[in-house]
């Protein structure tokens, strides 16, 4: 199956505004000529406590064990599973635009995933066309973590993982270098503004491989 829409990776340290991207890029979007939303965001935390895709739940640090295996196997028929090459590269194939152009805006299998989530290498690498890493001050951080209720040690461990950088570069070690963008979210504006360039690079991505 070939998706008509690319599966975007939404991943930062917990508070950095994973979910308030996502929603608004799932709201928002809209091929040209028409008004129907096709992106999906899909909440991974909210779906593995929703579906019991987990082993255990670790009272110290408040989350789950998540069991991956589930998680994947239940995400994979939505995937698309490949995406279409440009028009203008070596491995351009007809068929698969044909068959890209053939999926409704209502397809299960037509992608237009934006996975949230706190970390991001657990996808395989065919599923992303876009992996956003969201940083943040860890001042600005560690507020917003207080503000949420986080215990001391889980706002410390949080706040350590965004200064070195840890979620960066898992991605950057997970994907190609050229599927890898970093975006601030840190002041009120910069949801919008980061929002706006995805969209942008959607277009983009569906007009290269003559879906726009």
Known sequence: MVRSYPNIVIT???GTGKSTHSSLLASTYSPPSSSSHPL??????ALVKQEGFYTDYLEEWQSYEVNEDQLLDHLEPLTGTKAPEPIDGEEFDEDELRQAKQQDEDDEARGGL???WHT???WPERWADLVVVLRCDHSVLWERLEKRGYPLKKIQEN????IMGVVADDARSSYPAEAVVELTSQE???VEENVERIIQWIHAWRQARGLE
């Open 114 to 116: 934006v996975l949230d």
């Open 120 to 122: 991001c290498d657990v």
């Open 159 to 162: 706040n350590e993982a965004e």
């Open 188 to 190: 009120s504006g910069d």
């Open 12 to 14: 930062g340290t917990p």
């Open 40 to 45: 999906r965001q899909i909440d991974v935390g």
